[in-house]
């Protein structure tokens, strides 16, 4: 599957793991809405959630690398099928241990590991020192989120970490 990255370049370029994984050739990063090509864009304010079903929509998965104190729904203006991310936590140093605050990085694996690709997941975050540490904190969500028929599945898988989340509270 190819990795596209819409770059907004408003974070700190030492710790942008889009412009890391650029520098190894493992993703192409655009610069703009119009040069960024269609594909399944990983969108957190999107209706619908990432699915296995989504391998139908095509090879390209778009994420868009911004800050977090950015990422208003306005933002994400990309031409694509737009998919949130089910429950995950990330475990980058910046956020880690909190839901749903993925880098680029992260995000792109989870949906590469979501759609089937669990190698390519793996690989993805092999240089980052934290990598495999997401990829075991999220090891039985992204196995039962890639067993998952459609986004209406992995919505209840989610739901079922949500409410184990607030018991425990």
């Known amino acids: 599957m190819e990795l596209h990255v819409r770059y907004e370049g408003d974070d700190d370029p030492d710790k942008c793991t889009a412009r890391r994984l650029e520098r190894e050739g493992a993703v192409a990063?655009?610069?703009?809405?119009?040069?960024?090509?269609?594909?399944?864009?990983?969108n957190p304010h999107a209706e619908q959630?990432?699915?296995?079903?989504?391998?139908?929509?095509?090879?390209?998965?778009?994420?868009?690398?911004?800050s977090w104190e950015t990422a208003e729904a306005a933002q994400f203006t990309i031409a694509g099928e737009?998919?949130?991310?089910?429950?995950?936590?990330?475990?980058?140093?910046?956020?880690?241990?909190?839901?749903?605050?993925?880098?680029?990085?992260?995000?792109?694996?989870?949906?590469?590991a979501i759609l089937g690709e669990r190698a390519a997941a793996e690989a993805l975050l092999a240089s980052f020192s934290w990598g495999q540490a997401f990829v075991d904190m999220n090891d039985e969500p992204l196995g039962r989120y890639a067993d998952c028929a459609d986004s209406s599945e992995v919505v209840a898988v989610q739901d079922e970490y949500l409410a184990a989340g607030e018991s425990e509270e």
Not at 49 to 66: E, Q
Not at 87 to 103: C, D, E, I, S
């Open 82 to 112: 737009h998919r949130a991310l089910p429950f995950l936590v990330a475990a980058n140093p910046v956020n880690f241990g909190k839901p749903f605050r993925l880098t680029t990085a992260e995000a792109l694996a989870a949906g590469l």
């Open 49 to 66: 959630a990432l699915s296995p079903a989504d391998r139908a929509v095509g090879d390209r998965l778009v994420a868009l690398d911004c």
């Open 29 to 42: 990063l655009h610069r703009s809405d119009r040069e960024t090509p269609y594909g399944i864009v990983l």
